[in-house]
């Protein structure tokens, strides 16, 4: 054996024995927090224990007279509602929306992935041809973390509906009650 293969097996049981001290293991990295969505100055916080969210609207919103769960102002509004679909999808859950026999968000509506509050759901924009009058101009429809229980009932899915230009702002406050 030469010194050169001596030396080298000497190495490997240095550093099999846990390199003695001179050799400290790597440090596992810091996770990074993730980013908080920016929210825009003056929104204020609502909490709604039933439907099981918090979220952030414009100030000055108030609730609205004649729905459950709408607050709403001038420049818009937020409705929170949630749907039963035991076994759903996110998407199935998404497309019960859009195909419901009056069709509130038009025959061509838009559906794409959105993720809120860590939980990956879809976004669903109206098209051009809605009908109905106070239809929702859009809609997020997100899985609970956990079924939330309403009145004895349970729901699997959050929906909220909102004005369009808002409503992705909105989302990105929302939080699940744990």
Known sequence: MTARMRAAGALVLVLALGGCGAVKPAAKP?????????????????????????????????????????????????????????????????????????????????????????QAGYLILPSQNVTIPGAPPAEVVLPYPKAQTIDGTQYHFLIVDATASLIRRIVATLQFAH
């Open 30 to 118: 810091a996770s990074k927090p993730k980013p908080k969505p920016a929210v825009a100055s003056g929104w204020v916080l609502y909490t709604n224990s039933q439907v099981g969210v918090t979220l952030r609207h414009p100030q000055g919103w108030q609730p609205v007279q004649g729905y459950l769960w709408r607050i709403g102002g001038k420049s818009g509004y937020v409705q929170l509602n949630a749907l039963s679909g035991a076994g759903w999808t996110a998407r199935q859950a998404a497309q019960n929306e859009v195909t419901q026999h009056l069709h509130p968000f038009g025959t061509d509506p838009t559906i794409a992935p959105i993720s809120a509050a860590g």
